[in-house]
């Protein structure tokens, strides 16, 4: 990633992670980090900031690019760990206080997104919290103009733009490699998938907010499962149950179990 003549730009994405990092753990009130997990970790663009940002926290770093997590082990006192393409197979069996994961979902497929997501969910510890990236509508626009083609052919980015104006989601390879290529995902996608973890609470949400590019997403591990309503109660209803008078909101459910008994 370092390119010569670009130190800034190379510094900034690691800078603009570390703001994001203490926004998440601030939203999430995580008490304290003592170990971190780096995946993908590649050769250390954010570690660095992270093991200066936690100097006495456990790093962890982890990647299927096995120089890159001997650089991070070498340089920045990580504990190496390669990683495989099955998150099922990776040797991490550890909680983490902080999970990072910076443009991993933003090359896979949407089956792919699933087994990460329970892989990281599994590794959070109480209070946890696991901060992660995506392409959204700032890359939509991107390959509309095609002033980026993120390795893609034309062909491939037309497809791409029309499964996510149809489903909010798209994916193409790669070129030889089925298994990775881009992936899009507008904000009620991503926000569908997080509200399929009952376990998993999300912190925030923020658009083009990683290097003014990606979108930037922070969930943290609850103790008591989120669930959806078990009744047929519409949404007003329940909207209403936090502004109307408590008179008002026993009549309404009075009335409407006569309704029901009426139409049983």
Known sequence: MFVAGREQHYFGVCDSALRLVSLALESAQTPKVARVLDLPCGHGRVLRGLRAMFPEAELVACDLLRSGVDFCA?????VPVYSLPDPEQIPVAREFDLIW????????DH??????????????SPRGVLVFTTHGRNTIRHIARRDET???????LTKLAASYARHGFGYQPYAGNPDYGISVSSM???????ARHPELKL???????WDQHQDTWAVTRITEEFTAPTDSMPGWFRAAQTVL???VIQALKTSREAVRRLGG
Request: proline share 2%.
């Open 74 to 78: 070498r340089e920045f006192g990580a």
């Open 245 to 247: 008078p408590e008179r």
């Open 203 to 209: 912190c925030f949400a923020s658009e083009m907010s």
């Open 101 to 108: 994961v910076g443009s991993l979902l933003t090359h896979l």
């Open 150 to 156: 993120y390795g893609l052919r034309d062909s491939q």
């Open 188 to 194: 009620a996608a991503v926000s569908s998938l997080i």
């Open 111 to 124: 089956d792919a997104w699933e087994r990460f997501l329970r892989f990281y969910s599994a590794r959070l």
